[in-house]
């Protein structure tokens, strides 16, 4: 018979066991600390209709998985969460309770070209609060991403608050006139800042829409000033209550955590055209090359792609694959079950069962045999497996218990002494 | 704006917190349990070339989402994790140690018609352990099945046992000539055992392959027969070395059980074509209806679609939303963090921030109320939403606690004091 090519598609990744453990070890904590915020977890559907997701603006919608079912009709698989949960919002709006807490995790899909660390389905970890537009929202926000990043051991890290509305008013006063399209490309370029800096954000600026490279410059100066916000107020009185929120916002969290781990910055902008109030990224301090850790904002319009009211959310993303990658340098290989539990052939079976189980029921990890080995073979796979002991039943009634990392060897008469030396607790001095 | 009407896709589910929370815990419980077994989770992509995927036979190469992507190729979404296994093991021969254990949960596609309980999309939950044909490797299975269904508590349950190849010596024995189309006719019709009884399967089997009825019913006494093992015993060694095999592996099971787990059931056929040996179901006894929530079984030959070496593998699958069903029966609503926390509007946010992650940090879930509502408004929505308690900050030192299921309220002047209460432990007597 013809073999088939066993390939997996182009952009898209097997992930094995001893990263998966760290993910899902991580996306558990995610889960349980979201839990302690009262942020219930939803799932939705992998596949929508293409018009759920697609026309909102960006590289999006030509990079997205398309085609048509078998009942004909037009599909794509999301590309993120938050359309899907603006959806189901919009959707069942008048029976879910708003206020909503969500938290989603699940795999989403890109169309393009895969580069290194860049896949075509990925995990996503979004929580958003819909329905209300409170700075009470938005202080939960920020201080869940100070807990989480807490809570997953990351290191020293900071939170870059900005502010759309904010940002929107400077660029009213200093770059007059643009169009919808001009203001985003603006933000497109201060994006930027972090990676090419002041001078070359400005002549972007003033190669991509027309104002001049004076006037982008001052635009950019004004962004990146700490005293920003204090030279914005007294201009309007609406412009002046967005300004005291935002800065109550960053002085509550601040307080909440006894630090300051949250950092007025204005020229965060987050490229994505859907935010409307407070965005924010977050960096490690020990891992600034990773860039944002996890990020969101404010988006009061997503709603209204569907429903004539406007239902206001803010949330945040959190970068699984990026924390990931802070949190596994310089790891080792480790095995899944810590022990590992082999038996002599004239040993039965069944005393191997009952070991393993008696070893599980007391917490321990253990991977049972399934495969004939001689002795120094056992050993061997140990060894390169990453398994912290050996159990070995040579007899049944002499059961050998290996360090691996010191190779300490103990032996045992029964189960019962393995088990105790094993499970009780150090003498006390 | 024309707005978008916001639909799911027929056959699809939106699963919201409440469900998806039990559904979270399930998993992570399994998760843990497997690693105890040392089985480490692999994540493969949930789209794969058409090719790996189709022509195993069923039903299933008509129930498949199958597109051609954005690089013209021919693609599918998954619609189990066994084959996307296969390919992963082939793709990596040679790299992945074997036997290798391994779990896998994520979510698989089937276009098929849509019918209560029955989704387009939906979760699978597999284990298998690859690379070794060995008694050991069966038991191993068997175990783990006990142990997770004892970890889920989800009552009294029977694993049923059968063996694929000593069906074949008796379908050889009692109705030869058959070949594999027949076959595979026989096998769906043994399947429907547990739901027509063994005249309509007699019946079933005359009227799909050339057999009388009267040969149908006999074959059907056979496999039904608690004694069809030591009937068969003696006609070729072969066959006697895999009943001895099989007879061992139960045993070792119930032994190490404690009680007898597992039952010998010769009519346990599963229809997917690619078992080779021991197959099972499991039944809750005080959920029959529910039909099978564990299956699985060894299926020898399934990595050979991709190479020249056989790789036999023996494995199962968790059926989560049977388990949940059983789980969540007589459960009530109940909010996901279980203190619910406002405050009065001349307490400062800061203040009720603080209290939270207070409680928060002692492991107390908090849902922080984030929008204005009258004070008999905030207790007729902790009412509902199904909180246990309600935190009331009346006043900077007047701190209300009332539990929702008595009505019972106390009061404190501090947040030291109220944590006090809430987390230390009961009193000695």
């Given at each position: 018979?013809?073999?088939?090519k ?7 990744m097997?992930?094995?066991?001893h ?47 398309r085609?048509?079912d ?7 698989l999301?590309?993120d969460?938050?359309l ?20 989603q ?7 393009e ?5 860049r ?33 997953l ?13 904010i940002?929107n008013a ?22 930027k ?31 990146t000033?700490?005293n ?13 209550a ?40 977050t960096?490690?301090?020990?891992h600034l ?16 792609r ?34 590992y ?8 079976l ?27 073979q ?18 049944a009634e002499?059961i050998?218990c ?21 499970v ?6």
């Amino acid at each position: 018979m013809k073999k088939i090519k066993a390939q997996k598609l182009k952009g898209f990744m097997d992930v094995a066991p001893h990263e998966m453990r760290q993910k899902a070890a991580m996306m558990e904590k995610i889960r349980q600390v979201a839990e302690l915020f009262g942020f219930g977890i939803l799932s939705t559907p992998t596949l929508e209709y293409s018009e759920t997701l697609l026309g909102v603006g960006g590289e999006t919608d030509k990079q997205v998985f398309r085609f048509r079912d078998n009942g004909d009709r037009d599909v794509c698989l999301r590309f993120d969460l938050t359309l899907p949960l603006a959806r189901y919002i919009a959707e069942n709006y008048g029976k879910v309770p708003l206020p909503a807490k969500c938290l989603q995790m699940g795999n989403v899909f890109r169309a393009e070209k895969p580069q290194k660390g860049r896949y075509r389905e990925f995990t996503q970890c979004d929580l958003d609060i819909v329905g209300v537009d409170s700075m009470d929202a938005d202080v939960e926000v920020l201080v869940f991403v100070t807990q989480i990043l807490r809570a997953l051991q990351v290191g020293e890290f900071v939170v870059r608050v900005g502010n759309r509305s904010i940002l929107n008013a400077l660029q009213q006063q200093l770059l007059p006139g643009l169009d919808d399209a001009g203001w985003q490309s603006v933000l497109i370029a201060v994006d930027k800042l972090d990676k090419i800096g002041e001078d070359a954000v400005a002549q972007l600026i003033a190669d991509e829409v027309q104002v001049s490279r004076e006037d982008a410059a001052r635009f950019v100066a004004a962004i990146t000033d700490a005293n920003a916000l204090e030279q914005l107020l007294g201009k309007s009185a609406e412009l002046d209550a967005q300004i005291q929120r935002f800065t109550q916002t960053c002085q509550v969290v601040n307080q909440s955590a006894g630090e300051d781990v949250v950092k007025v910055d204005l020229s965060i902008a987050r490229g994505l055209g859907y935010y409307t109030g407070m965005v924010f990224e977050t960096n490690l301090l020990q891992h600034l090359s990773l860039g944002s850790v996890c990020s969101g904002g404010r988006y009061n319009g997503l709603v209204s792609r569907f429903l004539r009211d406007e239902v206001p959310c803010v949330g945040l993303s959190v970068g699984l694959s990026r924390l990931q990658a802070a949190l596994s340098e310089g790891q080792s290989a480790q095995s899944v079950a810590p022990i590992y539990l082999f038996r002599a052939e004239e040993v039965p079976l069944a005393q191997a069962v009952s070991l393993a189980a008696a070893l599980r029921a007391e917490g321990l990890g253990v991977d049972l045999s399934i495969k004939k080995r001689k002795l120094a073979q056992h050993f061997k796979h140990a060894d390169k497996a990453g398994f912290a002991q050996v159990i070995y039943l040579a007899a049944a009634e002499d059961i050998r218990c290996k360090q691996m990392s010191s190779g300490e060897e103990a032996s045992y008469a029964s189960a019962a002494a393995l088990l105790q030396d094993l499970v009780s607790p150090p003498a006390q001095p």
